[in-house]
C-alpha cells in the first residue's frame, strides 16, 4: 500500500465506522415513514395505496429499501421519482444511515419511470423505442382513394377486446351472462358500447387496422358465400342465408379452405378444413380471371364485410377487391401474404334488400404471384356453436370471444386449451393474438383489453379507472423481440392518464385514479406484445354507472383511449403525432335558387389537444333514401352542388388531418319539388342533439335508473341495454349474479338494439314537405343562430330535447331546449313575420318559472305547460307514435300535454281520453306559430307525418284553419 492511498482509505474508514456501530432499523419500523409518503403521494398523484418496507439491505452507511409492490402502482415520471427521494431524505429519522437504493416489485424505481403524457405531438426519447416499422413493411389493407394518416395510426395493427361474453356455464347446462345484470346492463354488453360504436371507429378513423376476437357486428343477419356446398335444410328466421358464387377465367383448386357444412357446429367441428379455396395466376395489369360473391340480403341494413383467402408464399400483396353497396363502389388492395384461414374485415357498409350488392376479385397483380379466393361473409349473425346441445340464442357479437374465434379460424389449441368454458374464454384471447401474429403473419403493435370492475362506494365519489399490465411471463421480462415487458406500462400509464385528465376537465373533477398494477393476469400475460386490461369504472357502482349509460361519456373515454394509444405508439417507435380532429359544427345546407345548393360550417376545436386541427374535410352526399357515397374533399368550410327537383339531398361533414379524420356531423337535407311552386322555401332547424343516460331518482335509501320518466337517448343505437332495473333498494345486498342486490336489472331485452338520435331528422321531416310540395332546406341551431336570411317558416325538430344532469351534479346541466342565442334568432324570425313550428318531448316543459324561455312560450307561442306526462297512449288524436323502446325510432315516454294562452291560442290536437291538448295554434298579431308536444318525427305511418305538417304549414303560410282527428 503506498502512502498516497492512505489518507483515503481512513477517510473511507471514518465514514462507515459510526454506521458500524448502529443497529440496522426493522421493516416495521418505517411504518410511520411509509405512512407519510403515501399521504404525500396521494396528494401528488390522487393514487391511494399503502405503503411497507419488506426488504432492508445495508450498503455500507446506505440503506437500500424493498416497498412493497404497490409503491410500483404509482406513476412514475423522471421528477416523480426524484421528488421522492427527497420526500424521503426529507423525513428519514434513521441516524447513522441514509437511504440508497429502492426497488419495488422487483424492479429498481428508476426502471418503472414512463414519458410524461403531452400534448405537443412531440415523442419523448424514451429508451426503449425501436426503430418504426412502418419504413419497411408492405401495408396489409389499403382502401384505394382514401386518404392517408401519416401521423395518425396509418400501418398500425391493434387487437382490441371488449372485456366477456355470453357463455356456456357447464355446472349448470345453461348459457349464461359471465358478470352480473345490473343497472340496465351487463359488463358483458356493457363495455361494446364503448369499443364498437366508438373506440374502434376512432382507431381506424386514424388509420389504424383494428382486429377483435368477438364478432364486432351487431347485425344479426348472416350470409356467407362461398365456392363449396352449405348445409341443406330450412334457413328460416334468423338462420344465416347463402349467397351466390361465380368465377371467370382460369381458376383452379388451392388446397384446403373453408366451407359452412353444419347449421349448428360443436368444438369437434372445424368449417375451415371443411372445403376448399380457389387460385388464379396474376395477369399484371388487365385482369383475365375474376370472382364474384353476391349475398342474398333479406333486410336492408348495415353488414360487416369480411373477405377469406388462402396464404401462399407467392401470394399476390395488392390483390384488388370491389365491394358494390348501396352508396357505390369501394375498392380495396389486400396483401394476401398474411391474415389467410380467417375472416379478414373490409369494412361497414349499407346494402339494399336483395342481391344488388357483391364483392369481387380479379386477378390483376405482379406476374408470378397468385390471388387466392375462398368464402365472403356479409354480417355478424347469430351464434352458431352448441353446447350442451343447444346455441346461445343470441346475437353472435354477445357471446364470448372463443366461440367466435372457431368461426374465425383458430382450432382447439387455441380455443379448448384449459378446462371450462368461462377459462376458455379469457384465456385463449392472448393465444389468438399470438397466433395473428405468429400465424397469420400479421405485425400486432398493441393488445388492449376493455372491462370495467365492480365494487362500490359508501357515497357519490367514483370507482374510477384502473390499469393492469403483466412483468413477468414464465420468468420471461421481455417480449420475443427483445423489448423490457415494462413498455406495457407505458401504455397503461398514457390510457389511464388520458382517461383521467379528460375526465376530470369534461364530467368531474374528483374522478378516481386507481393504480397501474402488475398483475399476472392472462389477457395481458400472453398476447405477445405489449398489453393492457382497463378496469374503466365500477359497473356495480351507482355513481359510476351515471356517467357510463351516457353516450358523450363514452366519446369522451374512447377518445381518450385512443389518444392513449396514438401517443403510446408515437414513443415505442419515437414519431411524431396529430390528433384527429373533432367533427364540423354550425353546418347549414342552404338552397341556392331551384337547382343549386350551399354548404356551409365551422371547424370545432379541440382545447385538449393543441394538433387536432383541421386541414380539410371531405363532404358525402346521400340522394333520397339511398346511402352515403365515399365522399369529395374541399379545403374550405364551404361546398356547393347541383341538384335536381323532385330529389331530397342529404349531406353530412368529416374533417381531416394528417393524424386522421372526425366522426360525421349531423345530416342535413335539402329538396326542391317538381313542377313550378311559387312558395318559399321551409327552413327545417334541427335543434335535438340531445344523448343522454336514462333518468335517474336518488335518495338516501332509494336510487337507480328509472324509464319511465326518460329512457335517454343513446347516439345512433344502444347496443348494451338489457333490461329494467327492478332493484332500486340502496341496502340490498349481493347475493350473486343472479340477484346482485341494489341495481339490479332484468335481461330480458339482451341482445336488441334500441333506436337512438340518429341526427337524421331533417330528411325525415323533409320527406313529407316534399311530398306536401314545399321546398325545404336546413341548418343546425347554432347555424340558425347566427344566420341573417329570412324565410317564410322555420320547422323547428327539438325531439327529446331538453334539460340533462351530469353525473353527480358538478357540470351544468346540457341539452336545454331553448338557448339564449336561440331564443334570440326565434324572436328575430317572427319579429319579421315569419310562421313558426316547434314539435317536441319538452318544448314547454323545459322552461323553468319566470324564465325567458317560459315567457317565449307564453308570449310567442302562445301556449303553456298543463302537463309534463301529457300521455300514456302513444297517440297524438288517433295517431300512434314512438312510445316503447325499439330499433327503428326513438321513443318518447315523457310527452308534454299544452293549455293555449292568448286570445289568438286554440287547441288544435288532444291526446286520446284526455282534456290536453297535444298541439296549438296561435295567431298572433304578425306571425302564427304551431306548438306540438310530440316530435313530428317519432309519429309511426309516413301518412301521419305528411298529415301533421300539412296542417301546420298551411296554417302558418295561408292562415288556413288546421282540420282535427
Not at 20 to 42: E, I, N, S, W, Y
Not at 144 to 158: N, Q, S, T, V
Not at 337 to 349: C, M, P
Not at 774 to 794: G, H, I, L, Q, T
Request: hydrophobic content about 35%; some cysteine.
Amino acid at each position: 500500500m503506498t502512502l498516497r492511498r492512505l489518507p483515503a482509505l481512513l477517510l473511507s474508514l471514518m465514514l462507515v465506522l459510526p454506521a458500524a456501530g448502529q443497529t440496522v432499523p426493522r421493516t416495521r419500523d418505517f411504518r410511520p415513514l411509509c405512512d407519510t409518503l403515501a399521504a404525500r403521494l396521494k396528494r401528488r398523484t390522487t393514487v391511494d395505496f399503502r405503503l411497507s418496507v419488506s426488504r432492508i439491505r445495508r450498503n455500507g452507511s446506505e440503506l437500500d429499501l424493498t416497498f412493497n409492490a404497490n409503491l410500483s402502482y404509482f406513476p412514475w415520471h423522471d421528477d416523480d421519482v426524484q421528488w421522492f427521494r427527497e420526500q424521503l431524505r426529507g423525513e428519514w429519522s434513521f441516524q447513522g444511515f441514509t437511504p440508497g437504493r429502492i426497488r419495488t416489485n422487483g424492479y429498481e424505481l428508476d426502471e418503472l419511470v414512463t414519458p410524461r403524457l403531452t400534448s405537443d405531438g412531440k415523442p419523448y426519447r424514451y429508451p426503449f423505442s425501436v426503430e418504426d416499422p412502418r419504413r419497411n413493411q408492405p401495408r396489409f389493407i389499403t382502401r384505394l382513394g382514401a386518404r392517408r394518416y401519416p401521423k395518425g395510426l396509418d400501418d398500425r395493427y391493434i387487437v382490441l377486446w371488449q372485456s366477456h361474453g355470453r357463455y356456456y356455464k357447464e355446472e349448470a347446462d345453461d348459457w349464461t351472462w359471465q358478470r352480473a345484470r345490473i343497472h340496465r346492463t351487463v359488463e358483458d354488453m356493457f363495455t361494446q358500447t364503448f369499443v364498437l360504436p366508438f373506440l374502434i371507429p376512432m382507431l381506424e378513423n386514424a388509420g389504424a387496422y383494428v382486429m377483435t376476437p368477438r364478432e364486432r357486428d351487431t347485425q344479426r343477419l348472416e350470409v356467407i358465400t362461398d365456392n363449396d356446398p352449405a348445409f341443406k335444410g330450412p334457413r328460416e328466421a334468423l338462420m344465416r342465408q347463402q349467397g351466390f358464387y361465380s368465377e371467370s377465367g382460369g381458376w383452379s383448386s388451392a388446397g384446403e379452405g373453408f366451407a359452412d357444412t353444419l347449421a349448428v357446429y360443436t368444438f369437434d367441428d372445424f368449417p375451415w378444413r371443411a372445403g376448399t379455396a380457389r387460385q388464379a395466376p396474376c395477369a399484371g395489369d388487365e385482369p383475365d380471371a375474376s370472382v364474384s360473391w353476391t349475398p342474398q340480403i333479406a333486410r336492408r341494413g348495415s353488414y360487416a364485410v369480411y373477405i377469406s383467402y388462402k396464404s401462399l408464399p407467392n401470394s399476390c400483396q395488392t390483390a384488388h377487391y370491389t365491394v358494390r353497396h348501396l352508396g357505390g363502389q369501394t375498392e380495396f388492395t389486400v396483401n394476401q401474404r398474411r391474415g389467410g384461414g380467417t375472416w379478414i374485415y373490409l369494412g361497414t357498409f349499407e346494402f339494399a334488400e336483395g342481391s344488388a350488392g357483391s364483392v369481387t376479385l380479379d386477378n390483376r397483380g405482379p406476374e408470378g404471384e397468385v390471388v387466392t379466393a375462398d368464402a365472403l361473409k356479409v354480417g355478424g349473425g347469430m351464434g352458431k356453436l352448441a353446447r350442451g346441445g343447444r346455441t346461445s340464442g343470441m346475437p353472435a357479437s354477445a357471446e364470448g370471444a372463443h366461440y367466435w374465434m372457431q368461426w374465425a379460424g383458430a382450432d382447439t389449441s387455441v380455443t379448448r386449451a384449459w378446462e371450462t368454458d368461462y377459462i376458455c374464454d379469457y384465456a385463449s384471447r392472448g393465444a389468438w393474438t399470438v397466433m395473428m401474429k405468429e400465424e397469420k403473419d400479421i405485425p400486432i403493435d398493441l393488445a388492449l383489453a376493455f372491462h370495467t370492475d365492480a365494487g362500490v362506494t359508501p357515497s357519490d365519489s367514483t370507482v374510477g379507472t384502473l390499469a393492469i399490465y403483466t412483468l413477468n411471463n414464465d420468468g420471461e421480462r421481455t417480449f420475443e423481440d427483445g423489448r423490457s415487458r415494462v413498455v406495457s406500462r407505458v401504455l397503461c400509464d398514457y390510457v389511464q392518464s388520458q382517461i383521467v385528465q379528460d375526465l376530470r376537465e369534461d364530467f368531474d373533477s374528483q374522478w378516481s385514479r386507481r393504480g397501474l398494477m402488475d398483475r399476472s393476469y392472462s389477457e395481458p400475460r400472453t398476447a405477445g406484445v405489449p398489453a393492457m386490461i382497463l378496469e374503466l369504472l365500477s359497473h356495480q357502482n351507482f355513481a359510476d354507472m351515471k356517467y357510463g349509460l351516457d353516450p358523450a361519456f363514452r366519446f369522451t373515454v374512447s377518445r381518450a383511449v385512443y389518444k392513449g394509444i396514438l401517443k403510446t405508439l408515437s414513443e415505442f417507435y419515437h414519431s411524431p403525432y396529430v390528433v384527429q380532429p373533432l367533427a364540423p359544427q354550425a353546418f347549414a345546407a342552404r338552397l341556392d335558387g331551384q337547382d343549386r345548393v350551399s354548404l356551409s360550417w365551422k371547424p370545432t376545436p379541440d382545447p385538449k389537444e393543441p394538433t387536432a386541427t383541421t386541414d380539410g374535410y371531405i363532404v358525402y352526399t346521400r340522394i333520397d333514401d339511398g346511402a352515403f357515397d365515399d365522399g369529395v374533399e374541399t379545403a374550405e368550410p364551404r361546398f356547393s352542388r347541383s341538384i335536381e327537383p323532385g330529389h331530397i339531398y342529404s349531406f353530412q361533414v368529416v374533417a381531416f388531418n394528417e393524424g386522421g379524420k372526425s366522426f360525421p356531423s349531423e345530416i342535413l337535407s335539402a329538396g326542391v319539388p317538381l313542377g313550378l311552386r311559387n312558395r318559399a322555401p321551409v327552413l327545417i332547424v334541427n335543434n335535438f342533439d340531445r344523448i343522454s343516460a336514462p333518468a335517474w331518482v336518488e335518495s338516501p335509501g332509494f336510487a337507480g335508473f328509472e324509464s319511465r320518466l326518460d329512457t335517454g337517448v343513446p347516439y345512433l343505437s344502444e347496443i348494451g341495454y338489457t333490461g329494467e332495473n327492478y332493484e332500486f333498494r340502496r341496502s340490498a345486498l349481493y347475493v350473486d349474479d343472479d340477484y346482485p342486490g341494489f341495481g339490479a336489472s332484468y335481461d330480458d331485452r339482451a341482445g336488441e338494439i334500441i333506436a337512438g338520435n340518429t341526427f337524421d331528422y331533417p330528411y325525415r321531416h323533409g320527406a313529407a314537405l316534399l311530398r306536401l310540395g314545399y321546398p325545404f332546406c336546413s341548418m343546425s341551431r347554432d347555424a340558425f343562430c347566427e344566420a341573417a336570411e329570412e324565410y317564410a317558416a322555420v320547422d323547428l325538430i327539438c325531439g327529446k330535447q331538453g334539460r340533462t344532469p351530469t353525473g353527480r351534479g358538478e357540470r351544468p346541466d346540457r341539452f336545454s331546449v331553448y338557448t339564449e342565442p336561440l331564443l334570440a334568432a326565434l324572436q328575430r324570425h317572427v319579429g319579421h313575420g315569419g310562421g313558426l313550428l316547434v314539435s317536441g318531448a319538452n318544448i314547454a316543459s323545459d322552461a323553468p318559472e319566470g324564465s325567458a324561455a317560459a315567457a317565449f312560450i307564453a308570449d310567442v307561442l302562445g301556449c303553456t305547460l298543463a302537463n309534463p306526462f301529457g300521455t300514456n297512449t302513444g297517440r297524438i288524436a288517433d295517431m300512434p307514435f314512438s312510445h316503447t323502446l325499439n330499433p327503428d325510432i326513438y321513443s318518447v315516454e315523457c310527452a308534454d300535454a299544452l293549455k293555449p294562452s292568448g286570445k289568438g291560442a286554440r287547441t288544435w290536437l288532444r291526446y286520446p281520453g284526455e282534456l290536453y291538448a297535444a298541439a296549438v295554434c296561435n295567431q298572433a298579431d304578425q306571425y302564427r306559430t304551431v306548438s306540438i308536444g310530440v316530435p313530428v318525427e317519432t309519429v309511426l305511418r309516413a301518412g301521419d307525418r305528411e298529415w301533421i305538417l300539412g296542417q301546420a304549414l298551411a296554417f302558418l303560410y295561408d292562415g288556413k284553419k288546421p282540420a282535427k282527428r
